[in-house]
């Protein structure tokens, strides 16, 4: 198959043999380096030559350069910090044999010989060593995301921006308010069209997740104008069709069964069951555009299709059944695209207003200032900032990332010579380009390919041995185009390095094949996907059971007879294209009692059984006597009850207490100590973890258990409530995030088992022995993306036939990529699946030609086991290192592993003393049993354990005057007639905290207030109203010298600054005599009580802010005063302080904001710097009041602040009486 391309590409020149002492050190250079052929090695290689600037006048950079002039791009954290490793490691030695004189490999000592000053060589070096944590090597997004920084003006991009590391919450909102708009406005017949489509806002969102960051993506969809009008339409259709079929109906059997339809398909069972199925659907209420399958076996030329002798039979009615099934109208495919447009819209609108950028706004930022023509000098100073850049793994770049150093390093003109000042090396194998479903793009490659005068490649595999080597290479030479794009990415042979052979692995005295097909031929019939995977799963685990069994005996392992190392289970992987095939290999293992460990383990936590378990447990905590719940969490599989010890509960009323009493102690250490610490004495209580380790895959399990409650102790840091983190555990649970690092499972064990990954995940990694039991399986192409004739990715939402014929190559192309990145994975040996499957699982020709391997070895020609076996035994017959063999079937003894050393262990005694009595409390919970505050609501014991941010809105207002009208818009619309309560208090505080104070104007401030009222689920009456609050909060006047928040920078200020206090034994009394002899305020509050507490006092402050060199606390109040200005007078607002003691809250805020400044301030001095602390009762203010109405400020004395500090460092001063 030819490949897309352009018209102006010209023809790719032959790659040459890369030598890394003589490679061009500057020009766009392509290298080709192909699996197992040093790659790592030669991006070393050529770095140090770059540090040393090695070369001559043909091959030298311009200058010697330092690590922070070279960039070397990859594409994840992980290959990062790897290439970092290598280059420091290949530094150091270097460095060592220039001091010594002498290298230990060839390539080093031709620096040495080559460079007459020993002395100056090792100082670069030593410099560059010292410098690595300095070196430019980055993913591109950090690339991008420094760029963005360092040249902002140029950039156009806004400082202070906040990278969003998951966008989940933001698209599944931006799916939600395009759901509102597009589909509520919908009479009840189209909603329900529309919701056989996608059932809710999160089905629409996977529907279009993998196409909303695909640059420059082409869409291919129906219009979804006069979408109503449309859908009315085909309803009045499909009632007059229904009308005819019913006037009619009685007619069609008898007409059918005088005709000379095939009565095997028309028989007396089928006809009558497909006539009612669509009688039935006639004489209903037309209320969607469904249509019963049924209807196509009355389609007039589906009729006469299944004729083949006398006359078909025909009716009007069968005639307008085309007619219908025809015209009937798919909305889906532009919903689709109307969906991924607006919703892209909204994501950017959002981010824009809230001055925030994902990753893949760091590509398209940076790309977009790159092409302005207006900043044509940003790419020059990029370009002398890194005069030589190297991009790891190009063949793995999208075209947005290529058109980015294209603009840095632009082509040579042609007829003039490159520049020994600017180098772009782009390393990578067009061959192993799998990962397609992340948007890399082949075809940016190949386009690269044809641009790059410069062309080279590594030849020598260094990994495999050579029987392995001329396998594989054999395989690829089958096809004419193994790749399936002609010469674009050929198959070059690689050569086995000369020591391939120096380790052979061993079994029973002979050499192990380098390669093993599998292939059962007991049968002619092709076979399924099911019988053949279970198949093979077997295979697979006896055959490990043999070769293990067979290394305990001294019979496999790798090296020579005399210094042979037996083959050990980590030293064998099983590669997949599946979870589910990892699991099934798992069990199967298992069965065999081989242990394993699955490394691709990239699903969420939250999905597992231990997540769900852990629902119910917790839920049996926070309600130990509802029967119910208690029932459900004991009877869940970690607590290993069966039905007879769970039925003995409903009769043994002790045991019924005792599980009672059981989960209410749980409860109660996890409000003094927390959730992690309840979840271990549940383990050790229950003995959990010893069940679970002596079950199959019980290690798996219980890492899940481990791993979810370390994330509930994590989260319980900002949502310590614990309701609030049941609710947390739910909704994780209801939409877990796959792509959040925290959440993916952990590893389960570090022993050296038999080791189960994707072939993705695979990559870049070697095994001695590899499996791939499942070659034979594929998935058909459902979504008809593909590239044009030149290179434009199209997303044809239609499916257009063609267009899925264009998709399904590019996946058999990327399978054959696949599979060479899986071939080329073993040192010594591969044993593959093979079978002739088939989809169906009937009759005598197989899918086989449509997947990787089928194509290799039987190209494009259709057949079934005969045909296999034919081609089979050619390729065996030219190549002495391929085997085909049964897979192995015989029941062989469970395999045994060697005992690990199991000598007693001993542990020093701990005789330390940890105090048990040490809480993490909060402002709240030492207030609310003040004398005259109003109580603080609580669903739970200790107060202490609300969620953070909310302790304050939870008393903003009393319980008398918490709000009980709906949130939405009344008769008299004003600020003083917006919803109260808690829920208001929260909305209310968000304006402000995510607002930039001058720039909050204008119509993306308008955008942001429209957002945040759908969000809180308020009217969009509201609107005027909360722009005029936050105008008037802004340019409220705080103070007489013309302070408003209006003029305080984003620099300026930190929002919901969180704090722990460290607390000494502290008590009300001691608390009671500072601060009622301090603060008038608190005089008249009368007296806090609460037991003696120590630990940490934790809190946020709604705002810290500078200005003019004095720091200020300030908090926002929601409370509802009064429905005039008036009501918020000094007098009003000190009441309300009262009321809720406000007094102990900024007192507690100043100390922590006075122990801030202490330990960042130099010359900090408490009277010079300390502003004070204003709480704004927003509803009061008003732009350019003078009054003071809605503003309280206050400054606790340096004293009373110093006395708390004293206090809260060395703990209670001796009892006194309770008096102010």
Not at 541 to 567: F, V, Y
Not at 952 to 968: N, W
């Amino acid at each position: 198959m030819a490949t897309p391309t352009s018209d102006n590409h010209r023809q790719s020149p032959a790659p040459v043999a890369l030598d890394a002492l003589t490679f061009p050190l500057f020009g766009r250079r392509l290298i080709e380096a192909s699996a197992g052929t040093g790659k790592t090695y030669t991006i070393a290689s050529l770095y140090l030559r770059l540090l040393l600037g090695h070369g001559d006048e043909n091959t030298a950079h311009e200058q010697p350069l330092t690590v922070d002039k070279i960039l070397v791009v990859t594409f994840t954290e992980a290959a990062t910090a790897e290439l970092r490793d290598r280059i420091r490691a290949r530094i150091h030695d270097a460095r060592q044999a220039f001091l010594s004189g002498q290298a230990d490999d060839p390539f080093t000592q031709a620096l040495l010989d080559a460079s007459p000053n020993h002395t100056t060589q090792a100082e670069r070096l030593l410099l560059a060593e010292q410098q690595m944590d300095e070196a430019a090597i980055f993913t591109i997004h950090g690339f991008c995301q420094r760029m963005l920084k360092q040249h902002a003006f140029e950039s156009g991009t806004l400082f202070n921006c906040e990278l969003v590391t998951d966008e989940s919450g933001l698209l599944h909102q931006a799916v939600a308010d395009y759901w509102r708009h597009r589909f509520y406005p919908a009479n009840a017949a189209l909603s329900a069209t529309l919701k056989s489509y996608w059932n809710t806002p999160a089905d629409l969102l996977t529907a279009i997740r993998p196409w909303l960051s695909s640059h420059g993506l082409t869409v291919k969809a129906g219009s979804a104008e006069r979408l109503q009008e449309r859908h009315d339409e085909a309803i009045n259709a499909i009632t007059a069709f229904k009308q005819k079929w019913q006037e009619a109906a009685g007619e069609f059997a008898d007409i059918i069964k005088q005709s000379g339809v095939d009565k095997r398909s028309y028989s007396s069972r089928n006809l009558p069951r497909w006539l009612e199925a669509v009688s039935t659907w006639a004489t209903t209420p037309t209320q969607s555009l469904t249509i019963p399958e049924a209807l196509e076996k009355f389609r007039q030329n589906t009729l006469t299709e299944k004729t083949s002798k006398g006359t078909p039979p025909e009716h009007a009615v069968f005639v307008a059944c085309c007619d219908l099934l025809d015209n009937i109208p798919d909305f889906r495919d532009a919903l689709l695209a109307e969906a991924l447009d607006n919703v892209r819209e909204r994501l950017l609108a959002h981010k824009s207003v809230h001055r925030a950028m994902s990753f893949d706004d760091l590509l398209t930022k940076l790309a977009a200032a790159l092409n302005d023509s207006g900043n044509r000098d940003l790419a020059q100073r990029l370009n002398e900032q890194y005069p030589v850049a190297m991009i790891d793994e190009f063949q793995d770049t999208d075209p947005l990332q290529y058109q980015i150093f294209s603009h840095i390093y632009p082509e040579t003109p042609t007829g003039e010579e490159s520049t020994h000042q600017s180098g772009l090396f782009m390393i990578g194998d067009p061959k192993q380009a799998i990962y397609a479903f992340r948007g890399a793009d082949i075809f940016t490659y190949i386009g690269a390919r044809h641009s790059v005068a410069h062309h080279y490649t590594l030849g020598t595999n260094w990994r495999s041995t050579s029987a392995m080597v001329s396998a594989v290479n054999h395989l690829f030479n089958q096809a004419s185009a193994p790749f399936i794009y002609d010469q674009d990415i050929p198959f070059l042979e690689v050569n086995a390095s000369p020591h391939a052979d120096r380790k052979a692995l061993q079994t029973h005295g002979k050499q192990a094949p380098a390669l093993e097909f599998w292939l059962d031929q007991s049968s002619d019939e092709v076979v399924n996907k099911g019988t053949y995977e279970e198949t093979m799963a077997f295979a697979t685990a006896t055959q490990i059971n043999h070769l293990l069994t067979a290394a305990q005996q001294g019979q496999c392992g790798i090296g020579s007879t005399e210094n042979q190392q037996p083959l050990s289970p980590g030293d064998i992987a099983v590669l997949v294209r599946t979870g589910t095939q990892g699991r099934m290999i798992r069990e199967a293992l298992a069965q065999q009692n081989i242990d394993s460990v699955y490394l691709s383990g990239g699903d969420s936590v939250f999905v597992t059984t231990e997540a769900a378990d852990m629902q119910l447990i917790l839920s049996a905590c926070l309600s130990p006597t509802d029967d119910r719940t208690l029932r459900a969490a004991l009877a869940c599989p970690l607590f290993n009850l069966n039905a007879e010890q769970l039925d003995q509960l409903n009769h043994d009323e002790r045991a019924w207490e005792q599980a009672v009493d059981e989960f209410s102690n749980y409860r109660q250490l996890w409000q003094k100590q927390g959730v992690l610490a309840m979840l271990r004495q549940l383990l050790v209580r229950r003995k959990i973890a010893e069940q679970l380790l002596a079950s199959p895959l019980g290690e798996r399990r219980l890492t899940d258990f481990l791993h979810i409650g370390e994330l509930l102790a994590t989260a319980s840091q900002e949502v310590n409530n614990p309701h609030a983190l049941l609710r947390w555990l739910s909704d994780h649970r209801v939409e877990p995030n796959h792509r959040a690092e925290e959440q993916q499972q952990h590893l389960e064990s570090d022993r050296k088992l038999v080791q189960i990954v994707t072939i993705h995940k695979s990559k870049g990694l070697e095994y001695n022995v590899v499996f791939q039991p499942f070659i034979c399986t594929w998935r058909e192409q459902d979504q008809a993306f593909y590239h044009d004739d030149t290179q434009q990715a199209i997303l044809d939402l239609t499916n257009n036939p063609d267009a899925l014929k264009k998709a399904d190559s590019e996946r058999l192309a990327e399978d054959l990529r696949l599979l060479y990145v899986a071939l080329t994975r073993p040192v010594h040996t591969c044993y593959i699946g093979l079978a002739p499957v088939s989809k169906g699982g009937r009759g005598k020709t197989s899918d086989l030609h449509r997947m990787a391997i089928g194509y290799l070895l039987q190209g494009t020609e259709t057949g079934g086991l005969t045909l296999l076996k034919e081609k089979l035994e050619s390729l065996t017959n030219k190549n002495p290192h391929i085997f085909v063999t049964s897979p192995p079937g015989a029941q062989l003894p469970l395999y045994q592993p060697a005992l690990d050393d199991t000598s007693e262990l001993s542990s020093p005694a701990f005789d330390g003393h940890i105090e048990r009595n040490w809480w993490v409390t909060s402002y709240s919970a030492l207030s609310q049993h003040s004398t005259h505050a109003a109580p603080v609501k609580t669903d739970t014991p200790d107060a202490s354990l609300e969620a953070p941010g909310l302790d304050i809105d939870a008393s903003s207002d009393s319980p008398d005057t918490e709000s009980t009208e709906p949130v939405t818009a009344p008769d008299e619309q004003s600020i003083f007639t917006f919803p109260r309560g808690a829920q208001a208090g929260t909305f209310l505080h968000s304006l402000f905290e995510q607002i930039s104070f001058p720039a909050a104007s204008g119509p993306d401030h308008q955008q942001f207030i429209r957002e945040q009222l759908l969000l809180g689920g308020y009217d969009e009456a509201w609107q005027p109203i909360a722009e005029q609050l936050v105008n008037d909060v802004l340019d409220c006047p705080l103070n007489d010298d013309g302070l408003k928040l209006r003029i305080i920078n984003d620099d300026k200020r930190r929002v919901e600054m969180a704090f722990f206090l460290p607390m000494a034994r502290i008590d009300a009394p001691a608390i009671n005599r500072i601060i009622c002899n301090g603060d008038p305020l608190s005089a008249d509050a009368g007296l806090l009580n609460f037991q003696q507490v120590q630990g940490m006092l934790k809190g946020f402050i709604d705002l810290v802010f500078e200005h003019q060199g004095h720091y200020y606390v300030l908090d926002y109040k929601s409370n509802h005063l009064g429905y005039t200005a008036a009501d918020y007078s000094q007098d009003a607002m000190r009441h309300a302080m009262i009321e809720h003691r406000y007094d102990f809250q900024y007192q507690l805020y100043t100390l922590a904001l006075h122990r801030l400044l202490s330990n960042r301030l130099s010359d900090y001095d408490y009277e010079k710097h300390m502003g004070g602390v204003f709480y704004l009762f927003l509803r009061g203010m008003k732009s350019g009041d003078t009054s003071r109405n809605g503003v309280y400020h206050c400054r606790p004395s340096l004293s009373l602040t110093s006395q708390l500090d004293d206090l809260f460092s060395k703990g209670v001063a001796p009892r006194g009486d309770q008096t102010c």
